[in-house]
């Protein structure tokens, strides 16, 4: 019988991989006729070339491995349909299903139900029925190595061929390992906004990317890819999950750090340094609401006071409207709607010219008779001939547009420059003893941010629907603020661990403050507290940390690997070079050694490069697609490694006294898949008691 049941899964296996193979065929075929087809409309052409290849590209890699579960599900009063559930979905071209997508509706019954009665949401609303069969495949380069029926995906037996595997393959295989809790976000109504707490290893990442790829897929009929932004903490980690969205059949979604995300909003190049490091307080309080409130005084006199120029607006001696007057009408301005100086401006600039061109013969009377007046007492004749015939084209044909543009020359300050004002006048606005730097540090980017949104509006992001935050427990509340500001027509997706906040001199206490004081209740919290990243051995260890830092333990699926292991020694080099070369027999992907700060991973590398090739990451080369790296633990924050060694760790690097300190040695150890090596020179409070 098992037998039968494997030649006929068999069977089916190579049915589709041919299936597979007749439809890129189609596609290829397809894509030879583009040209020709449309020889006189290359937008068109370009765009439909993209996605067919696109779709060929996935196609062609979804080959090796079709699908990896099947489900037999009989609607009540209705037929039995059975589903071979894949990370693509595709039918022949007469329609024939092949695989279903794993972002469908019908296939969130793999992920949360179990044989017996079951139900899901489908667009026409609840479809009830029974389940019938659950069976999961493992599927290698086209060939079926092995299948079993399951009853749950929710258990950690079932999780453990798929967390044993290397790390660079994790990513890659998520969608057949998906949790119950982790795919209820994953579904989640796009136009919600929610955070996500979760411990480390709980599968933050994963989860954010492919709710992109759900939303993307479920919301393509109203929402396209490049109307959603993930926000990164570095480059490093935006280069790390770069290939991971076209894996999972999306494409052109915005890969952006806040830091780049202002820059391309100002449109302007900012001088900020790494090495800029500004006393705590100061960073807590700019990255506070607080800040705000300052900088809308700030904002509010440079309204009054320089918004509008000392002159009247006149026009080559020619006196249109006095300043007076033009005050008077901008403050009529609803500032609810023209929620920007620029946007009133615009609109004071339309009112003012509906006036002009609803007066001709008034201003042409009125230049005449001044112009006339000067030609009769003057030598210089032919000059105010031009200036005459200049204010009348100004005035009677583009009723004066360009000339009030150019006499709100404010709004051509950089922002740079005008919050570089407030810097230097700070003093007149706080209430409090605090002196700031005139130099930039990253703590001054939201309050730019602001600034240039209350000058220049929104409108240039406001495409954006929906934006996913990572590593969202490294910023502070005005973050927050002015991401939901600025993308003011996009729904969040934020993911954090408050533990491994390495920044919690300035960045938020809890989630709290933001859902009241940013998103004002119109969000979510949801919590994924089981770590599957890391071994029950590696977890013990990394739990040792959160109880010095008086925060909750991880929970570890239970999967079992190497003990950690402890390595005290004077010659740290010589030791890692020996652990390298047992990992390397051992086949890892991906290995890091990682260290407190930068001058030390340099070393680190500095060291090891004439006898392996490892790779140097750092704020200057984020360049890493696997192999050995040396980097550390502020850019490890979020990366997952086969194997950890960490470098010199004791009190003069990771501190037991300094909660920032314990949370980097947190990060570090929790980046580790299978083993770890902690290497020291001298005592160590991980070992006391033991």
Request: glycine share 4%; net charge negative; hydrophobic share 35%.
């Amino acid at each position: 019988m098992v037998e039968m049941q494997k030649d006929l899964e068999n069977n089916h296996l190579s049915e589709t991989i041919v299936k597979f193979q007749d439809v890129m065929e189609d596609i290829a075929l397809l894509l030879q006729s583009l040209p020709q087809k449309y020889k006189n409309n290359e937008e068109l052409l370009e765009s439909l070339s993209l996605q067919y290849s696109n779709r060929y590209r996935v196609l062609k890699e979804a080959l090796k491995n079709p699908y990896f579960a099947r489900i037999d599900f009989k609607e009540e009063e209705g037929a039995l349909q059975v589903c071979y559930i894949g990370k693509v979905g595709i039918h022949d071209f007469d329609n024939n299903l092949i695989t279903v997508d794993w972002r469908s509706p019908i296939a969130s019954l793999y992920y949360d139900s179990n044989i017996g009665s079951a139900s899901y949401i489908s667009p026409d609303g609840i479809v009830s029925g029974e389940m019938l069969l659950k069976r999961q495949y493992t599927i290698e380069n086209g060939k079926l190595i092995n299948f079993r029926d399951v009853d749950t995906v929710s258990n950690d037996e079932m999780l453990k061929p798929y967390l044993n595997v290397n790390a660079d393959n994790r990513l890659k295989n998520i969608v057949s390992s998906i949790q119950s809790e982790q795919n209820e976000i994953i579904r989640k109504y796009i136009f919600d906004n929610m955070i996500v707490q979760g411990v480390a290893g709980s599968g933050k990442t994963t989860v954010a990317l492919h709710r992109i790829a759900y939303l993307a897929y479920n919301y393509r009929n109203i929402v396209n890819a490049d109307q959603f932004m993930v926000i990164g903490p570095n480059k490093f980690f935006i280069h790390y999950i770069s290939s991971v969205l076209p894996d999972l059949d999306v494409t052109n979604v915005y890969q952006l750090t806040y830091y780049e995300l202002v820059e391309i909003f100002l449109q302007e190049k900012l001088k900020i340094s790494d090495k800029q490091q500004e006393n705590h307080e100061i960073s807590k309080f700019k990255l506070s609401l607080d800040y705000k409130k300052v900088l809308d005084q700030y904002l509010n006199d440079l309204e009054k006071k320089e918004l509008f120029p000392e002159q009247d607006f006149i026009i080559k001696g020619f006196p249109i409207f006095s300043k007076k007057k033009m005050m008077k009408m901008y403050n009529t301005i609803d500032s609810s709607f023209y929620d920007s100086f620029e946007a009133r401006i615009n609109r004071l600039i339309l009112l003012l010219s509906t006036e002009i061109k609803n007066n001709p013969d008034i201003y042409e009377k009125q230049i005449s008779t001044l112009y006339f007046d000067k030609m009769k007492n003057t030598e210089n004749l032919e000059m105010i001939k031009k200036d005459y015939e200049y204010v009348k084209k100004q005035v009677l044909d583009q009723n004066c547009v360009s000339e009030l543009k150019k006499y709100f020359s404010f709004l051509k300050k950089k922002t740079s420059k005008i919050y570089n004002t407030f810097l230097k006048n700070s003093q007149s606005y706080l209430k409090n003893d605090l002196v700031f730097d005139t130099k930039l540090s990253d703590c001054d980017l939201p309050g730019i941010f602001y600034i240039h949104t209350k000058i220049h509006g929104s409108t240039f992001l406001n495409r954006i629907r929906h934006t996913v935050v990572d590593e969202a427990q490294d910023y502070g509340a005005f973050h927050f603020y002015t991401m939901k500001d600025v993308l003011r027509k996009s729904s969040f997706s934020i993911f954090g661990d408050l533990a491994q906040s390495i920044y919690d001199y300035k960045a938020i206490s809890s989630w709290e403050d933001v859902i009241t004081n940013v998103f004002h209740q119109d969000c979510s919290l949801n919590y994924l507290l089981k770590s599957y990243r890391t071994t029950v051995e590696i977890m013990e260890q990394a739990n040792k940390v959160l109880k010095r830092l008086g925060l909750k333990e991880g929970e570890p699926v239970i999967r079992h690997g190497e003990k950690v292991k402890y390595i005290q020694s004077n010659h740290q080099i010589q030791e890692i070079k020996q652990i390298l070369n047992h990992l390397y027999e051992k086949n890892y992907s991906t290995i890091a050694i990682i260290s407190r700060n930068e001058e030390n991973a340099d070393y680190v590398f500095e060291q090891l490069k004439e006898e392996f090739p490892i790779h140097k990451v750092n704020s200057d080369n984020l360049d890493y697609d696997g192999g050995l790296c040396s980097v550390h633990s502020e850019l490890a924050k979020g990366l997952e490694f086969d194997a950890v060694i960490l470098y010199d760790v004791g009190e003069h690097t990771y501190s037991c006294y300094d909660s920032t300190s314990m949370k980097h040695l947190y990060v570090a150890m929790t980046r580790a898949l299978h083993e770890l090596y902690i290497l020291y020179q001298n005592d160590l409070f991980l070992l006391e008691g033991e």
